[in-house]
């Protein structure tokens, strides 16, 4: 996916729509050189400075899964996903930022109104970070539920004024079975603490810190069960936002937002490595340029990128069609998708490391143009959502016509 065309895939879109603004596409692009020259900032700061994260949040970036109705972009998926990949080709933590806080509006979507109303109500910019693992403590009680505890990697909170929070309250029965509860929470800034411990070596910048909890209330409306996301039950968001983008499945919409951002860094890699290998000599003075090696190593970095964004287009063509009319995924199909968008990720990382290994000695070094580059991407792939093994076992156990329940499938 080289420059030109992402720049033409963002004007025609523009074109089909009859508008004659910009798409999220093209200002990601425009955004690029403004969040290159960010990037120290951010790992200085561990955290994404307060000028480019408002440079995304005023070009519509973040907002872009958000509900129109809340002058939010409402765009197709696969075009906010192409918008983040922009921003990680310029620099990982951003992306890595934009892709993750992103994706908050599309599920606060799905939430009543009163959730909505008072997040958005007077400041329909207002954010929020997530730590979907249940490390901390959720308790059921009357009109609601009590939290406690910590959670941590909530990537871009200090920017963040709420926080959702996964926890487990208990067992339901789901298709007869038993299982555990497993639960959004939202809370407001003022409820939780910020644990100001993000010392890492990649994705400095993100800003991924703990978020700790004493003791706080959440009410009824402000929780939803993963399992009404995976059923395909009725979700009281869908009565005021009734778009099919907010009845695509929750697992495969997060999945993306990561896989977004590895593809994205994985090209701007590969950009900044063909400026530097173009004219490089090697260790026995040849020109790395002219390298066979080197050349099939580049154009096989560059299939296994174009691969994972051209099978992301096909995953959400099929999931945008499947919405308008209202018409089931199987849960086979989306333990591929799921697959689909792990191992994108993985192999675009791989090809990465080859090209890393062909780099030489120098970029070991901290200074090196390529080390944060290929810091960040490493740091990506150890996302627990990036495990491909998971997604592989389930659509696995699915085509041999085995009953697999996961709600985050």
């Not at 408002?54 to 973040?62: Q, S, T, V, Y």
């Not at 954010?127 to 009590?146: E, F, I, L, N």
């Not at 400095?204 to 069960?225: H, L, M, N």
Request: proline share 5%.
């Amino acid at each position: 996916m080289d420059r030109t065309a992402t720049e033409a895939r963002g004007s025609s879109r523009a074109v089909e729509n009859g508008s004659a603004t910009t798409s999220i596409i093209e200002k990601a692009i425009g955004l690029a050189p403004a969040l290159r020259e960010g990037s120290n900032e951010a790992t200085r700061l561990r955290r994404l400075p307060d000028a480019t994260w408002r440079a995304l949040l005023d070009a519509g970036i973040l907002r872009g899964l958000q509900p129109s109705r809340w002058g939010g972009g409402e765009v197709n998926p696969a075009d906010f996903f192409e918008a983040v990949s922009e921003v990680a080709r310029a620099d990982g933590s951003h992306g890595w930022v934009t892709g993750i806080v992103g994706v908050h509006p599309w599920q606060l979507a799905l939430f009543p109104i009163e959730m909505q109303q008072e997040v958005w109500g007077d400041d329909p910019s207002v954010m929020h970070s997530s730590s979907y693992a249940p490390t901390g403590k959720a308790q059921k009680v009357s009109g609601g539920y009590r939290l406690s505890g910590r959670w941590s990697f909530s990537t871009g909170c200090d920017h963040c004024q709420w926080v959702n929070l996964g926890g487990i309250t208990g067992a339901i029965e789901v298709e007869g079975v038993q299982v555990p509860d497993t639960r959004s929470f939202m809370v407001p800034r003022r409820d939780y603490k910020i644990d100001d411990n993000w010392r890492v070596a990649g994705l400095c910048g993100t800003g991924s810190k703990d978020i700790v909890i004493e003791d706080a209330f959440v009410p009824e409306y402000r929780s939803q069960s993963h399992w009404d996301y995976a059923m395909g039950r009725d979700l009281p968001g869908w009565e005021i936002n009734p778009s099919p983008l907010y009845r695509l499945p929750f697992a495969i919409v997060f999945n993306y937002a990561l896989a977004a951002s590895v593809l994205g860094a994985a090209r701007g890699f590969l950009d900044l490595w063909i400026d530097i290998s173009r004219a490089r000599k090697g260790g026995l003075g040849g020109v790395i340029g002219e390298d066979p090696y080197c050349q099939s190593l580049l154009s096989e970095t560059n299939y296994a990128i174009e691969g994972g964004f051209l099978v992301m287009r096909h995953d959400f063509d099929e999931l945008m069609d499947a919405a308008l009319e209202h018409r089931p995924v199987s849960f086979q199909r989306r333990a591929a998708m799921r697959y689909n968008a792990c191992r994108s990720a993985q192999l675009a990382s791989r090809a990465v490391d080859r090209l890393f290994e062909a780099s030489s000695g120098k970029a070991i070094f901290l200074d090196h143009p390529l080390q944060r580059r290929y810091q960040d991407i490493k740091a990506m792939l150890g996302h627990a959502y990036l495990g491909a093994e998971a997604p592989a076992r389930m659509h696995g156990a699915f085509a041999f016509g085995q009953r697999v329940l996961n709600p985050f499938l």
